[in-house]
């Protein structure tokens, strides 16, 4: 028998039945996905100084470099997306690591400039869909009130995967090279889909509804599983199905972009070029940067789980998913860019390393908060598919990012300036487009007006 919260009397709301066993493994394993996902991103920022070397390329081609795997990166997240309500969901995220492994391959031996390039291109298609696949199948498993913290679990695994990744592969960068650093992440992405198609299930959401009435018959291992789905999906106010154009100029889907767009701003250079500026912006020994380069991925990590457990407190409260979602999420975003304009206006030392770290991490808290707004508008089979495009707007930021940075770094007069006047215009911009977004997010109007809508053409 399911496990619930509490027990209701006759007459009374009845309360959700607590997640089910299942639902936390899928948790835990799109946890490791998105560690790996971003182990990868960050290899060739520790990694970037030999790499630059080894290729005998500027700083501008660099930053190209970490562009290009941007360029097919909303391709693949639209394209998957769509194929969400087509497709088997758990044989699209194991499909995308095949792909992620097929990628790396070469790049363990000494490749050229133009194959490092089409490597990371390839490999952005692939990655592009990877964290709406994995936010929408956790909001499958859980109902509306519940999802924000294991989709903030999940993302915090954006964080993980390079806190976990710059010790390891850093050594291993030190004692072999940056090609077996690829090595070990074929490795750990080929146990990862071993395990995935082992342990993980489709979600209630995902199963017809033939399959879901009969039980413990539908899934392995599932009645708790299934017996939460259908009631958490009776229970909550589910979002009707209304056309694409109307969803994609919804304001709080337009909000949420926004936010989105300059929270990734900062993650990308978080990982492609903020190990370079400890070294050459602030002189920093290679030692010391191993140790740096964690602290903002370990807080972000925690903040994540942190604003996932505050909305799901505040919106079981009764609180308006407006401030939940929007406040909580737009807050966390300018936060981040003040901290980020503030640290290239004070000197080297332990205070500009609390605003390097605030800048770095706080941003990346809000993801999960924001794409749980999603789930509060947007019907489940449309999810998948408003969740790639999305991805695909807000992957923009990654190609102009490192573009913008590695423009500002070779063309100053000195590295430092460089550095300075790249990340001063981040931060202006993430504090305005941050407060910019808190107008639009606003779900309960929103879903008000999209069921209003589609009523008024049915």
């Known amino acids: 028998m399911t496990p619930t919260a509490s027990t209701s009397s006759?007459?009374?709301k009845t309360s959700r039945p607590?997640?089910?066993?299942?639902?936390?493994?899928?948790?835990?394993?799109?946890?490791?996905?998105?560690?790996?996902?971003?182990?990868?991103?960050a290899v060739l920022g520790f990694?970037?100084?030999?790499?630059?070397?080894?290729?005998?390329?500027?700083?501008?081609?660099?930053?190209?470099?970490?562009?290009?795997?941007?360029?097919?990166?909303?391709?693949?997240?639209?394209?998957?997306g769509a194929l969400t309500s087509r497709i088997n969901i758990r044989w699209l995220v194991a499909a995308l690591m095949v792909i992620w492994i097929l990628t790396m391959i070469p790049l363990l031996w000494q490749v050229g400039f133009v194959a490092l390039l089409?490597?990371?291109?390839?490999?952005?298609?692939?990655?592009?869909?990877?964290?709406?696949?994995?936010?929408?199948?956790?909001?499958?498993?859980?109902?509306?009130?519940?999802?924000?913290?294991?989709?903030?679990?999940?993302?915090?695994?954006?964080?993980?995967?390079?806190?976990?990744?710059?010790?390891?592969?850093?050594?291993?960068?030190?004692t072999w090279s940056?090609?077996?650093?690829?090595?070990?992440?074929?490795?750990?992405?080929?146990?990862?889909l071993a395990a995935w198609l082992t342990l993980s299930r489709d979600a209630p959401?995902?199963?017809?509804a033939a399959a879901v009435a009969e039980g413990p018959q539908a899934v392995a291992e599932g009645p708790q599983a299934v017996a939460e789905g259908p009631q958490a999906v009776a229970?909550?106010?589910?979002?009707?199905?209304?056309?694409?154009?109307?969803?994609?100029?919804?304001?709080?889907?337009?909000?949420?972009?926004?936010?989105?767009?300059?929270?990734?701003?900062?993650?990308?250079?978080?990982?492609?070029?903020?190990?370079?500026?400890?070294?050459?912006?602030?002189?920093?020994?290679?030692?010391?940067?191993?140790?740096?380069?964690?602290?903002?991925?370990?807080?972000?990590?925690?903040?994540?789980?942190?604003?996932?457990?505050?909305?799901?407190?505040?919106?079981?409260?009764g609180v308006s998913r407006r401030i939940t979602r929007g406040y909580l999420a737009a807050g966390l975003v300018v936060a981040s860019g003040v901290s980020m304009y503030l640290f290239t206006t004070i000197d080297q030392g332990p205070l500009q390393m609390v605003f390097v770290t605030l800048a770095f991490s706080l941003n990346s808290a809000a993801y999960a908060v924001a794409f749980t707004a999603i789930g509060d508008v947007v019907a489940p089979k449309q999810r998948g598919a408003i969740l790639g495009w999305l991805v695909a707007f807000y992957s923009m930021a990654g190609v102009l990012a490192p573009l913008l940075l590695g423009h500002f770094v070779g063309a100053a007069a000195d590295t430092a300036t460089g550095y300075g006047q790249?990340?001063?215009?981040?931060?202006?911009?993430?504090?305005?487009?941050?407060?910019?977004?808190?107008?639009?997010?606003?779900?309960e109007r929103d879903l008000a007006k999209i069921r209003a809508r589609v009523e008024v053409v049915a």
């Open 10 to 12: 006759p007459g009374t």
């Open 18 to 41: 607590a997640a089910s066993r299942r639902a936390w493994i899928v948790t835990l394993l799109l946890l490791a996905f998105m560690v790996l996902n971003f182990a990868d991103k």
């Open 47 to 80: 990694a970037g100084v030999q790499i630059i070397e080894d290729l005998g390329i500027t700083p501008q081609q660099f930053g190209l470099v970490q562009s290009a795997f941007f360029w097919l990166f909303a391709v693949g997240a639209i394209l998957v």
């Open 118 to 174: 089409l490597c990371r291109v390839v490999l952005g298609f692939a990655e592009g869909p990877a964290y709406a696949l994995a936010t929408h199948i956790v909001h499958a498993w859980f109902p509306p009130e519940r999802r924000g913290l294991p989709a903030s679990i999940v993302t915090s695994g954006a964080s993980m995967g390079p806190l976990i990744a710059a010790p390891v592969l850093s050594w291993v960068i030190v």
């Open 178 to 192: 940056w090609h077996a650093a690829f090595g070990v992440l074929i490795l750990a992405g080929a146990l990862w």
């Open 205 to 208: 959401e995902h199963l017809p």
């Open 235 to 317: 229970q909550a106010p589910v979002p009707a199905p209304a056309p694409l154009r109307v969803l994609l100029t919804t304001g709080t889907v337009v909000g949420i972009g926004l936010l989105t767009f300059f929270a990734y701003w900062s993650t990308t250079l978080k990982v492609s070029w903020l190990p370079l500026y400890l070294s050459q912006g602030l002189g920093y020994d290679a030692i010391a940067v191993g140790r740096l380069i964690t602290v903002p991925y370990a807080v972000a990590a925690a903040a994540a789980i942190g604003a996932g457990l505050l909305s799901n407190r505040l919106t079981a409260r």
């Open 422 to 443: 790249g990340f001063a215009l981040t931060g202006l911009l993430m504090t305005v487009g941050g407060a910019l977004a808190v107008l639009l997010v606003r779900p």
